[in-house]
């Protein structure tokens, strides 16, 4: 788990939760999208509070409590990122897929809720914001 300017992999991340009791492996890939509520995104850039990795610790191991959960990894990006970069990648593995479908979910909703990243879109018309502030 990381809060990392350099580039994330899924296939690390779901490497990361292999395991020979899992069943099921369910990864999340959040992807930088070329808009925004009908809005046109040429960049962003995401930056983080200093506790953000501690956070997203604290959000791995509160599912990694849930005893269906085998293992959890997740990352998510800070600094310039373009359009199709990974800004987060979330894999959970359990015994079975509706537990491993159920625990990303948790663990994607949990991570947007409470960690503190800010994201700062610039849009095509010179405009721009600050989003995703918790």
Not at 17 to 42: I, K, L, N, Q, W
Request: hydrophobic share 50%.
């Amino acid at each position: 788990m990381a809060v990392s300017d350099s580039p994330l992999s899924i296939a690390e991340h779901e490497a990361a939760v292999a395991d020979p009791r899992a069943g099921a492996v369910v990864s999340f890939v959040g992807v930088v999208r070329d808009h925004d509520h009908g809005r046109t995104v040429v960049r962003l850039d995401y930056e983080g509070h200093p506790s953000a990795e501690d956070m997203l610790r604290e959000v791995a191991a509160e599912i990694a409590a849930d005893p269906d959960v085998i293992a959890v990894a997740v990352s998510h990006r800070i600094g310039p990122l373009e359009i199709g970069d990974v800004a987060l990648a979330a894999a959970v593995s359990t015994a079975h897929r509706a537990a491993a479908f159920a625990a990303c979910a948790r663990l994607v909703d949990r991570v947007k809720e409470k960690l503190p990243i800010w994201k700062h879109q610039v849009f095509a018309d010179g405009t721009d914001e600050w989003v995703n502030c918790p």
